[in-house]
T-cell receptor
Framework: GDSVTQMEGPVTLSEEAFLTINCTYT??????LFWYVQYPGEGLQLLLK?????DKGSNKGFEATYRKETTSFHLEKGSVQVSDSAVYFC???????????FGSGTRLQVQP | DAGVIQSPRHEVTEMGQEVTLRCKPI?????LFWYRQTMMRGLELLIY????????DSGMPEDRFSAKMPNASFSTLKIQPSEPRDSAVYFC????????????FGPGTRLTVT
């Protein structure tokens, strides 16, 4: 079956540091890939997505590239802010299946 | 533009009681999903509907759980009888088939069963 593996958290960074959160996946088909963000007490918000190999999703300074050869979709940001503190979820939607399969989430804490 | 609306936001009930969670999807969306989030198991799909029809309910834990979507603007998730292990945050999400696979989540219902 499908699965998503994310790096364990929490990740603690100082403001303006570079962020990488690793995500790898297994899928039976050709999935679409997503990053969602969850702020405390809120639902998940779509951060970015990519639907085919070598696509780069980007939003609010975050980027992730769909790497089919390494089955990865790592999240990056060049300079994090305190307001980026949240839990980040990598997810996939496999061919013919609309539901999302989520990773376990990575908590990011950014200190001023 | 209103997002996905869920009610109640918080529910505290005693073991054995019936619990009903409600969801209003984004207008025009034709797919609706119910997820459960716990510390131990993370985010799990319970069931999803397409055009009001249940498509995949393989994630529904057991017969105590049931979900309905009587029309395009309303869905319920019912637990009867509730048990302490049902304590979790329950999310509803909706999506528009033609726009791809991204889903829009509601704020969630935090359920506590004592």
């Amino acid at each position: 079956g499908d699965s998503v593996t994310q790096m364990e958290g929490p990740v603690t960074l100082s403001e303006e540091a570079f962020l990488t959160i690793n995500c790898t996946y297994t899928a039976t088909g050709y999935p679409s890939l997503f990053w969602y963000v969850q702020y405390p007490g809120e639902g998940l918000q779509l951060l970015l997505k990519a639907t085919k190999a070598d696509d780069k999703g980007s939003n609010k300074g975050f980027e992730a590239t769909y790497r089919k050869e390494t089955t990865s979709f790592h999240l990056e940001k060049g300079s994090v802010q305190v307001s980026d503190s949240a839990v980040y979820f990598c997810a996939l939607s496999d061919t013919g299946r609309r539901a999302l399969t989520f990773g376990s989430g990575t908590r990011l804490q950014v200190q001023p | 533009d209103a997002g996905v609306i869920q009610s109640p936001r918080h529910e505290v009930t005693e073991m054995g009681q019936e619990v009903t969670l409600r969801c209003k999807p984004i207008s025009g969306h034709n797919s609706l999903f119910w997820y459960r989030q716990t510390m131990m198991r993370g985010l799990e799909l319970l069931i999803y509907f397409n055009n009001n029809v249940p498509i995949d309910d393989s994630g529904m834990p057991e017969d105590r759980f049931s979900a309905k979507m009587p029309n395009a603007s309303f869905s319920t998730l019912k637990i009867q009888p509730s048990e302490p292990r049902d304590s979790a945050v329950y999310f509803c999400a909706s999506s528009l088939t033609a726009a791809g696979y991204e889903q829009y989540f509601g704020p969630g219902t935090r359920l506590t069963v004592t």
